[in-house]
């Protein structure tokens, strides 16, 4: 089978995995949340990953743009853990597990994008 060169970066996988867990974490909210900080939260974290693997097809400048987008939707991913943190959707160390997670990510694509943007 193929793999794309998306599917072979560090960055991609670690983005991947966020999505996965906030998907399943947001199994577990009320579901008078399902329009609300569910759907924002799934849709800020596929966000991180689908923005790096279209970043991968574009050049240059554009590529760097992608990478800053998925950068931007890791904290907003981030925000709306904070809120249901806030709000008792998930306990204060389910949070701390996610922000070590952002944290490698955000790192990661800072450096990426510093690659890309020589």
Do not use: C
């Not at 900080?37 to 574009?58: C, D, F, H, K």
């Amino acid at each position: 089978m193929y793999t794309y060169n998306f599917e072979k970066l560090e960055v991609w996988k670690i983005a991947m995995e966020l999505a996965v867990r906030v998907y399943k974490l947001t199994d577990e909210f009320p579901s008078s949340e399902k329009f609300g900080i569910i759907n924002q939260l799934r849709r800020a974290s596929t966000s991180v990953s689908a923005n790096i693997a279209e970043g991968m097809t574009r050049g240059g400048k554009d590529k760097a743009r992608f990478i800053q987008v998925a950068f931007g939707s890791t904290i907003e991913v981030l925000n709306f853990l904070i809120l249901s943190e806030k709000v008792g959707y998930i306990s204060t160390e389910t949070l701390e597990n996610f922000r070590v997670q952002i944290l490698e990510l955000t790192n990661k694509l800072n450096s990426f994008h510093k690659q890309i943007d020589k």
